[in-house]
């Protein structure tokens, strides 16, 4: 089966620009995570859909980040504008179902940001 | 505070060496998940354990509920095992805390 699908993979801006992300899930996926992984640190969750509804966004910047997921299938993460502190990797997830604790998670190759 | 803490942060071993690496939990979980991911970011998910031992190939991890402790063990390691390896802990529903990871390199 097709993986997680992201791009681009990587991506340089200049601070205060905007930049977008897209995600495609593996198929029939039904739950879709957005992380942001600085580095040397773990993944941390930035939102979370099931199908085309926000499950949690509470780590959410929403003064900058936006995200949506208007099919229930690809979704898209938006910064504007961008800070010096977005560098970091933006890895897409998805699992069958509705997500949990038991459901493995299938990570795209990442996008790579770096603000200048 | 971390929810999740690893050990060690960075390893180096020669290739045949038995490995282990440590993750504590300090929160209530249902499962317990290792991931690898290799330079350049792609995430793999390795194990889901909820209790006891799994193995796979090479890989062994194991979970001890009551001490809030997993250990990933890699036996006769290779250098296309260097990679980072995370813990993740699952609580009910849908949170995820994650570790910060464990550099490993393998050298032949």
């Known amino acids: 089966e097709a993986g997680v699908a992201q791009s681009p993979r990587y991506k340089i801006i200049e601070k205060r620009q905007s930049v977008a992300f897209w995600c495609n899930p593996i198929?029939?996926?039904?739950?879709l995570y957005w992380y942001q992984q600085i580095l040397g640190q773990g993944p941390k969750l930035l939102i979370q859909f099931q199908n085309n509804g926000v499950v949690d966004d509470s780590q959410l910047p929403k003064d900058r980040f936006s995200a949506e997921r208007l099919k229930g299938v690809d979704s898209t993460l938006k910064i504007q504008p961008a800070k010096l502190e977005d560098s970091a990797v933006y890895l897409c997830?998805?699992?069958?179902?509705?997500?949990?604790?038991?459901?493995?998670?299938?990570f795209g190759d990442g996008t790579r940001l770096s603000i200048l | 505070k971390n929810e999740v803490e690893q050990s060690p942060q960075n390893l180096t071993a020669q290739e045949g060496e038995f490995i282990t690496i440590n993750c504590s939990y300090s929160?209530?979980?249902?499962?317990l998940h290792w991931l690898q991911q290799h330079p350049g970011g792609g995430i793999v998910s390795l194990f889901m354990?909820?209790?006891g031992k799994k193995k796979h190939g090479r890989l062994i991890a194991t979970i001890n509920i009551q001490e809030k402790h997993s250990s990933l063990h890699i036996t006769a390691s290779h250098p296309r095992d260097s990679a980072v390896y995370i813990c993740?802990?699952?609580?009910?529903?849908?949170?995820?805390?994650f570790g910060t990871g464990t550099s490993l390199t393998v050298i032949p």
């Open positions: 354990l909820s209790s």
């Open positions: 198929s029939g996926h039904a739950t």
């Open positions: 997830a998805s699992s069958l179902g509705t997500g949990g604790p038991y459901q493995p998670q299938h």
């Open positions: 993740a802990a699952a609580l009910t529903g849908n949170q995820f805390y």
């Open positions: 929160v209530g979980i249902s499962a």
